[in-house]
């Protein structure tokens, strides 16, 4: 299933207030265009991390009880590929 909430902008504020210490996934993206699909354990943790790479927004979907976030990523990941032809341009390591 896609993430389909709206992109928030990327803060260290937004993330803290937002995003659960969850496992789940998430996208960043950066002047109109989704640039990294990840996952994590702790999704707060993680999304705090990825600032440093500078995004515009992020959006992220949390891990259901039986749902595995690095599943998750994988489908997510191929759904981009197949929609879009390539791989998001910061993802350098394939899920």
Excluded: C
């Excluded at 896609?2 to 789940?24: D, F, L, W």
């Amino acid at each position: 299933m896609p993430i389909s909430k709206p992109y928030t902008k990327a803060t260290e504020a937004k993330i803290k207030s937002k995003v659960p210490q969850k496992a789940g996934v998430y996208e960043l993206k950066s002047f109109g265009e989704t640039k990294y699909i990840g996952s994590s354990k702790n999704l707060q943790e993680r999304l705090l991390t990825q600032l440093g790479k500078d995004p515009n927004g992020f959006r992220f979907k949390t891990a259901g009880f039986l749902s595995n976030h690095k599943k998750m990523e994988r489908a997510h990941y191929d759904r981009h590929v197949e929609k879009h032809g390539s791989a998001p341009d910061w993802n350098e390591n394939r899920p």
